[in-house]
């Protein structure tokens, strides 16, 4: 069993930076894929990025890509997501996700676990 709490939302300007931060329980977290998803009012919740256990493989959606960055310690059992140049349209609710056996990074029905989500919201 994991359970993951999302914090580092928040309100900010466009061209901004807001750092998210997905804190994990479970002795082995660090074998989980985790990924990052968003909702915006009225639309689907897409994907944003992926990080594999071993930090080596990252996977961003094109409309993040160069603007986000997503890293782990797994030593703190901890998924951080970087977001820089903020856009208007980056505004959502961002839910970190969690899953053992995950081949296909952006479909979220891959995910076995999800946190509460953290509001970001981005002020043009």
């Known amino acids: 069993q994991v359970q993951l709490v999302e914090s580092g939302g928040g309100l900010v300007q466009a061209g901004g930076s807001l750092r998210l931060s997905c804190a994990a329980s479970?002795?082995?977290?660090?074998?989980?894929?985790v990924g990052w998803f968003r909702q915006a009012p009225g639309k689907e919740r897409e994907f944003v990025s992926s990080?594999?256990?071993?930090?080596?493989?990252?996977y961003y959606a094109d409309s993040v890509k160069g603007r986000f960055t997503i890293s782990r310690e797994n030593a703190k059992n901890t998924v951080y997501l970087q977001m820089n140049s903020l856009k208007p349209e980056d505004t959502a609710v961002y839910y970190c996700?969690?899953?053992?056996?995950?081949?296909?990074?952006?479909?979220?029905?891959?995910?076995?676990?999800w946190g509460q989500g953290t509001q970001v919201t981005v002020s043009s």
């Open positions: 996700a969690a899953g053992r056996t995950v081949y296909r990074d952006s479909f979220s029905g891959e995910y076995d676990y």
């Open positions: 479970g002795r082995t977290f660090s074998l989980y894929t």
């Open positions: 990080i594999r256990w071993s930090s080596v493989n990252t």
